[in-house]
């Protein structure tokens, strides 16, 4: 999927939005995706508006330039002063799924076709990955998402969003460690204000001996992206992401739920037509 199929001069095509909405109330997609989903518009919708002259093929931009068309701001350590990705890239105008956890070369071959990396929905550590490139080779940024009612960035909220990143980073099937190194960032959606922080978090010393140390932001609720301060259509945008939010896991109508085929993609771990046994 990629951000220019929705822009119009780097604002979202509402029309497409709307037709994906729809596709999403016809049952194409599974509802533990959706957050997902809208998740990864929000990154690409960054990514695209960094991008100058829209007119141009995309390709590696500045990470800071990225950060900034996401949250307002360039700064991703906690002291502005010490910022180790001042002169490092990201490239990413679509996603691809892999089947198993990303190692170096799949994410170095990633950075260099433009695409970030969903993760298998058996890594339960985190759930895409951007990769990024440093001075000293490349590096990622691991994203995990909580589409949860009334998130609120509780210590245990954060904890339990580093712990997933840590086991994220441990987890990569890599024979050193990533030289560009490492971000966290955690995305809840369905919270109860907006709310942007950042912490520099260390990971538990992994098989390799080593102690990780890694920027990690927290970022809750749709009101603080950039976009919404930015874009002319922001309010139609957050309208209807807000209305899918708040609908989910309700997003089918009953009519539409009682198609077999429907079911069957909505309930991939069903039994007969909607005998629903415990989803993973």
């Not at 350590?77 to 990303?102: E, Q």
Request: a negative charge; one cysteine or more.
């Amino acid at each position: 999927m990629s951000p220019r199929v929705f822009y119009q001069t780097r604002v979202p095509d509402l029309d497409a939005l709307r037709s994906w909405e729809s596709c999403l109330a016809s049952g194409s997609v599974n509802p533990g995706d959706v957050g997902e989903q809208i998740s990864i518009l929000v990154l690409l919708f960054a990514f695209d508006d960094a991008c100058q002259p829209l007119n141009e093929l995309s390709g590696p931009i500045s990470f800071l330039a990225f950060w900034t068309a996401l949250f307002g701001t360039d700064r991703i350590m906690p002291d502005n002063n010490d910022n180790p990705l001042t002169d490092s890239s990201v490239f990413f105008n679509h996603f691809i799924r892999v089947s198993a956890p990303p190692s170096q070369a799949v994410i170095e071959d990633s950075y260099r076709r433009g695409a970030a990396i969903f993760v298998p929905a058996f890594y339960e550590r985190a759930d895409a990955l951007i990769p990024f490139k440093t001075p000293n080779g490349i590096g990622a940024i691991l994203v995990q998402v909580k589409n949860r009612q009334d998130d609120k960035l509780t210590s245990k909220l954060k904890e339990s969003l580093k712990g997933s990143i840590k086991d994220g980073i441990e987890a990569l099937p890599l024979e050193e460690e990533l030289p560009g190194g490492y971000v966290g960032m955690g995305i809840c959606l369905r919270c109860v204000e907006g709310t942007l922080e950042y912490e520099v978090s260390h990971a538990r010393p992994t098989v390799r001996g080593k102690r990780l140390p890694f920027p990690m932001v927290h970022a809750l609720w749709l009101d603080v992206y950039e976009w919404n301060r930015q874009w002319p259509t922001a309010g139609g945008v957050s309208a209807l992401l807000n209305r899918i939010l708040k609908s989910w896991p309700h997003l089918y109508p009953e009519g539409i739920l009682k198609d077999p085929d429907v079911r069957r993609l909505i309930y991939p771990f069903s039994l007969d037509d909607g005998q629903d046994q415990d989803q993973h």
